[in-house]
Every structure is written in structure tokens, then in C-alpha cells.
């Protein structure tokens, strides 16, 4: 991975009020942990927006220097960014220092390349389950990203962390049958409403009434019945 540059500036005072000074001044206000205190800066939001423009998932690696001062540079990495959830600006940034030689766990963006083949012969949907990997290595080893070949994915195949090329140097931490991609069937087309069949009608039944007797051979029976 390229390093990319970052220019910070010490700031006093903690706080909102604090923070809206700083955010005022168009800077945001941010802390610099991994020495041996966490220190309070400052950086301009449209640097960090640019650095991670187009790094969608990878952790970057930063080179910073102190704005005013000579004393060299230090290694970062980007660990946490907060955006207002309305306006979406950005209000906070959260970096670590780093060294050299000691393995850092940071996060790589996960990238398919080919064309499945249940996507190209059967017109499968090729489903990203995985967008993202954990791995351990140094901090300039970091990868821009890990490729996930699926061009041999057909129909309900799933490509897993195992089956992936990582670079030397790096180890993933993700459970190796964790699935990465894979190739579900294509959507079913809306049926058409169904039509309910014409029943040909017929002409009613009539109704069937009990037989009744005359008014008079009921009398005469309810007449005997009662001697």
C-alpha cells in the first residue's frame, strides 16, 4: 500500500466548546493514540476525506507530520472517522501510531474479480457476503485490497476465506469456511395474476318441499291419538 501524507496540529482544550472552536476555525478536532499518552489535534477534514476516497473497507496507512515542527514524521493508521448523521460531515477522527516492525490487525476491503459462471450461463446473481477481511501484518505490508476470484462459481457454489490468494506477509483472522461470495438463482418472473375459470351456470335446482297432509287427515289423526 502507498503511504499517504496527513499534516496535524497540536490543540488545547478539550470539550464541545472546545470542538466548536475548532470546527469553526475549519478543522475537526481528533486524537492521535499509541504513544505514551493520547494526544489532542486537529486535522483538516477534506485531507482525511481525500485519503479515503476510493479506499472504500481498507484501513489506511498514514505518514503524519506536526505542522510547525521538524522533529520527523510518524507512522498511523486511520481507525475511526464520525460524520454528523444528518448533515454528514465530519466531526471526529481517531488515528494510532504505529511502527514498522510490529504487526498491526487492521481491515482490507474484499474485491471479486471474473464473472461467475452461473452468472454468465444461467444469469445467477452473484451475492458479496463478505465485503471486508480482518488480517494481522505490518503496517507497510497492508494491502489495498484482497481479490476473490469467482469466476468458477455456479449456481449455489460459495467461495470461502480458505479459498483465497493473500499476499505474503499477511494472515487473516477471519474462520476460514466464512463465506466470501457467492451465486444464488436467478429472481423468478412475477406470474400473471391468475384468471379464475368461467363456470357455465345452470338453472337453480328447485327447492324440494316435505310432503304435507291435508289439514283434515291431520286433525282426525291427532283426534285418535288423543283417545
Known sequence: MSMQELT??????????AARRIRRAGTVPAILYGG????????????VLKLIHGHGGTTQLLS???DGESDGTRLAVLRELQFDPVSERLLHVDLQEVS?????TV???????????GVKETKGILNLVLHELDVSCLPTAIPERIDADVSALRIGDVLTVASLAVPEGVRVLNDAGQAVATVRPPMAEEAPAAVAPAVATTAAEPEVLSERKPKEEA?????KKKK
Do not use: M, Q, W
Open 36 to 47: 505514551t499518552s493520547p494526544e489532542n489535534i486537529a486535522v483538516d477534514p477534506k485531507s
Open 8 to 17: 496535524i496540529v497540536r490543540r488545547t482544550g478539550t470539550g464541545k466548546g
Open 64 to 66: 503524519l507530520r506536526f
Open 219 to 223: 286433525d282426525a289423526e291427532d283426534a
Open 100 to 104: 514498522a516492525t510490529r504487526p498491526i
Open 107 to 117: 481491515r482490507v476491503a474484499v474485491h471479486p474479480v471474473g464473472e461467475a459462471v
